[in-house]
């Protein structure tokens, strides 16, 4: 097979690998795991953002810290290896937060630090990065790692309109709106949350009626 062959299926595999985290197997909507925090720093916009960047970076650089050394690590201490390297880059990011942006990472309190044992990265690193080549990683991980971030900012934008009647501090609805307080509770993340589930189940039924026509 010519390079002018390859070329193209390499981007077809990375592209494919990309959007399966983002639609087909997105970590909340699909597999449903990782939602404690993601419920819980979903009451304003910037810290959903914060949290599924955060997160991403550390599904990143583990994954692809795993997969480039995967062959040199013994099966009977790989989940060991594994906490201490996302472990690593989870204080990494939480140092930068300290630093750089202090009211977001006092925000978010300690969801920031739990990282380390979201099951979201433990789940890809044990079963995608320690079996697959860096280039199947790279696009795994930011696959996943931004379908979770869309889906923390899109609760986020509903319950923080609905709670506040603004986003990002810039009002959205009148001043004559009266505030609902549910939204900026815990069962208010639960209802949203159940919201987008269901609207993303009625659109893959859409999608796939669709294609069987």
Known sequence: MNDSAIAPARSSNFLKLFLNGIVNENPLLALMIGLCSSLAVTTAVVNGVGMGLSMTFVL???????????KLIPDSVRIPVFIIIIA???????YVLKAWFPDLSKA???FIPLIVVNCIIMGRVEGFASKRPLGDVIPDALG??????????????????????SVLGF??????????????????????????????????????????A
């Open 144 to 165: 996943m790692g931004l379908g979770y971030t869309w889906v923390l900012a899109g609760i986020a934008v509903v319950r923080e309109i609905l709670g506040n009647g």
């Open 88 to 94: 690593a880059f989870t204080t990494v990011i939480d």
């Open 60 to 70: 990143l650089m583990s994954e692809v810290v795993i997969s480039v050394f995967r």
């Open 108 to 110: 978010m309190g300690v």
């Open 171 to 212: 009002q959205i609805l009148p001043d004559s709106f009266q505030p609902i307080l549910f939204f900026v509770l815990p069962p208010g993340g639960f209802f949203v949350f159940a919201l987008f589930i269901s609207l993303n189940l009625f659109l893959k039924k859409t999608v796939n009626r669709k294609k069987s």
